[in-house]
């Protein structure tokens, strides 16, 4: 099988916003207690925070992180997480029906945050709360000194304001599991009067209205409409959620949809795209709202296990998905498609990032480990710099159960001007297939090939417990003007080349 891409670096998608590679913590299972934060942990430092998991997550590179949900959000008092952590009381947390100790809360959040250096995405409860906490919340943040919550913050021991800038206006307010859920009009309404007292506090801020928080839901469209009529000039982006699962296991052409699902990310973003424009066009305004993917992932097989966890614990196993090798590549491929939507998406959240639906888990021996899913982050996120440009390859396509014209070569072309560096990923997802790929660049001429990995070779029902899986080299051959690879049936590749200045 033949694919090929064509590299030209004046054909611009857009920009890269890093905050593309956000991620997400909630307090939820044992995402906080035993995940980031463990003081009787052998690595833990004087906060408290495992510095093991900060180094894990400092080689993933995110730079933003979405805190404190999630669903657990939505009857959150933000003032349980302040001030002396022995008067800090415990909660029942009706999302999750866990205990809520607050040992972790917002000045631990903002000093860990600090230390893995991604700044964070905070929320305003908009489930059970409203105006008057969230205006509370920004004051005792981002104000200087010299008012009852400033002052209050400095006496707990921050000096200097958060400055935190980026907010969602509540989670998920359109589902009935949520806590306070709302139609949309309701929801409408507080949040547009929610950003408006925010505001006046800090101008500038930058917030997030919630769309939908699944494309599945009834209310898609009508949703997203509604809140954009009333919120428009007050907020700066929307929001989306999607989660992927992977529906049958015995029918051995459901791997062939799974990895097709990326399509439906794309449906997902552009018809939330056309929806912020046609509102943009009805209101004859000149702002344009950008999107939030602030929680994206698979996620399915630990719903099971979560039946059978008994309520009321501090720190449970929930949402503990063991991920596999086929959701590794389907993470690749979701990657890509938001990378390709970079003109609108700004901002976006894998759904989670440790312990909890996560790339990093941290076992009952003290150890931590990487999932299957941590190895296409890591390297987009750090890879992924500077401009996505145009895609222009070509490879045969196939039909799925849900899908039609799923590219069997899935790729991605960014160039960094500043170090004169081409990244390309590229997918191959034939089940059983190599993939001669050319790469074409044109006039350009290529300095030198940097590194080429592929990650392939495993069962796709395989998972990375025991730690077996890694990147191995991509023998490539590159001339002037071109580059030349196999890419392997069921592989996930890079590959890094320097141009001649
Ligand atoms: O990420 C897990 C949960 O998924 C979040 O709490 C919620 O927002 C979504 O439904």
């Given at each position: 099988m033949q694919g090929s891409t064509k590299i030209q670096i004046q054909d611009v998608v857009a920009p890269i916003d890093r905050r593309l590679y956000g991620a997400f913590i909630e307090q939820l299972g044992r995402a906080v207690y035993t995940g980031i934060y463990q003081p009787d942990h052998p690595t833990a430092d004087s906060d408290g925070f495992r510095t093991d998991v900060i180094d894990a997550i400092k080689t993933l590179n995110v730079p933003l992180i979405r805190y404190p949900g999630g669903n657990f959000l939505s009857q959150y008092r933000w003032e349980d997480g302040?001030?002396?952590?022995?008067?800090?009381?415990?909660?029942?947390?009706?999302?999750?029906?866990?205990?809520?100790?607050?040992?972790?809360?917002?000045?631990?959040?903002?000093?860990?945050?600090?230390?893995?250096?991604?700044?964070?995405?905070?929320?305003?409860?908009?489930?059970?709360?409203?105006?008057?906490?969230?205006?509370?919340?920004?004051?005792?943040?981002?104000?200087?000194?010299?008012?009852?919550?400033?002052?209050?913050?400095?006496?707990?021991?921050?000096?200097?304001?958060?400055?935190?800038?980026?907010?969602?206006?509540?989670?998920?307010?359109?589902?009935?599991?949520?806590?306070?859920?709302?139609?949309?009009?309701?929801?409408?309404?507080?949040?547009?009067?929610?950003?408006?007292?925010?505001?006046?506090?800090?101008?500038?801020?930058?917030?997030?209205?919630?769309?939908?928080?699944?494309?599945?839901?009834?209310?898609?469209?009508?949703?997203?409409?509604?809140?954009?009529?009333?919120?428009?000039?007050?907020?700066?982006?929307?929001?989306?959620?999607?989660?992927?699962?992977?529906?049958?296991?015995?029918?051995?052409?459901?791997?062939?949809?799974?990895?097709?699902?990326?399509?439906?990310?794309?449906?997902?973003?552009?018809?939330?795209?056309?929806?912020?424009?046609?509102?943009?066009?009805?209101?004859?305004?000149?702002?344009?709202?950008?999107?939030?993917?602030?929680?994206?992932?698979?996620?399915?097989?630990?719903?099971?296990?979560?039946?059978?966890?008994?309520?009321?614990?501090?720190?449970?196993?929930?949402?503990?998905?063991?991920?596999?090798?086929?959701?590794?590549?389907?993470?690749?491929?979701?990657?890509?498609?938001?990378?390709?939507?970079?003109?609108?998406?700004?901002?976006?959240?894998?759904?989670?990032?440790?312990?909890?639906?996560?790339?990093?888990?941290t076992d009952e021996n003290g150890g931590v480990w990487r999932q299957s899913i941590f190895y296409p982050f890591m390297q987009v996120a750090n890879y992924g710099q500077g401009v996505v440009l145009t895609d222009h390859s070509t490879s045969p396509t196939y039909n799925s159960r849900e899908f039609t014209d799923v590219a069997y070569l899935d790729t991605v072309t960014t160039y960094d001007a500043a170090t004169q560096t081409v990244t390309v990923f590229a997918e191959n997802k034939h089940q059983t297939e190599t993939l001669d790929f050319e790469l074409n660049f044109g006039e350009l001429m290529i300095d030198r090939l940097l590194d080429a990995t592929q990650f392939y070779g495993y069962d796709v029902k395989a998972d990375n417990r025991d730690g077996h899986m890694q990147l191995q080299p991509l023998p490539a051959r590159t001339d002037t003007h071109h580059a030349h690879t196999k890419l392997q049936p069921l592989s996930w590749n890079v590959l890094r080349f320097k141009l001649r200045d």
């Open positions: 302040i001030g002396p952590k022995s008067q800090r009381p415990v909660r029942l947390d009706l999302a999750w029906r866990e205990l809520e100790t607050n040992q972790f809360g917002l000045h631990e959040f903002m000093r860990w945050a600090d230390k893995v250096n991604a700044v964070p995405n905070m929320a305003v409860n908009l489930g059970t709360r409203g105006i008057q906490a969230a205006a509370d919340l920004i004051e005792y943040c981002n104000f200087p000194k010299g008012t009852y919550l400033s002052d209050l913050r400095r006496q707990n021991g921050a000096e200097h304001p958060f400055a935190i800038k980026t907010w969602c206006l509540g989670n998920e307010m359109d589902g009935p599991w949520e806590i306070g859920a709302k139609s949309a009009g309701e929801y409408a309404h507080l949040a547009n009067e929610t950003a408006k007292a925010m505001r006046r506090v800090d101008d500038t801020l930058e917030l997030v209205a919630c769309g939908s928080s699944s494309m599945d839901n009834p209310t898609f469209g009508n949703w997203e409409e509604t809140v954009l009529d009333a919120c428009y000039d007050n907020v700066d982006y929307l929001s989306l959620h999607r989660y992927y699962g992977y529906y049958n296991d015995d029918d051995p052409t459901e791997l062939d949809n799974f990895l097709g699902k990326n399509h439906d990310l794309d449906d997902f973003i552009k018809g939330v795209v056309a929806m912020c424009d046609a509102v943009k066009a009805r209101k004859r305004s000149t702002k344009t709202i950008n999107l939030s993917f602030d929680e994206w992932n698979v996620w399915y097989h630990s719903n099971d296990a979560d039946t059978q966890v008994t309520p009321w614990q501090v720190g449970p196993h929930l949402l503990e998905d063991i991920y596999n090798f086929e959701d590794a590549l389907l993470i690749g491929s979701l990657l890509m498609t938001l990378l390709r939507n970079a003109d609108r998406v700004k901002i976006a959240c894998l759904a989670q990032l440790v312990n909890v639906i996560a790339p990093i888990m």
